[in-house]
């Protein structure tokens, strides 16, 4: 799967390396290009998640402030409730699009 923003590719990665939660596909951090993304100090904490880490996307001439998230640090009882350990993976806003 990829994650696209105005034609450039931010992230890609087979589908049984990303988790699904909540309408989102999460990538390892792994599938992300280098470079594309800088932390942003946009805060946001989910109820069974934890505290987010937000991103800003840029690369190769596409950029959108707060374009992507994560949890590095996951609340007790996030593993449990999705099936698998996203510590850390990346979501992106719905501007990116992603695909098969």
Known sequence: MKAVLDGVVIA?????DLVSIEGNWYFPPSAVRAGALSQSPTPYTCPW????????????????????????????GAVDRVG?????YVAFDRKVVVSD
């Open 12 to 16: 890609e990665a087979e589908r049984d």
């Open 49 to 76: 998640k934890g505290a987010a880490q937000y991103w800003n996307v840029a690369l190769d001439g596409a950029e959108l402030t707060d374009g992507a998230w994560s949890y590095p640090d996951l609340r007790p």
């Open 84 to 88: 698998t350990d996203f510590a850390g």
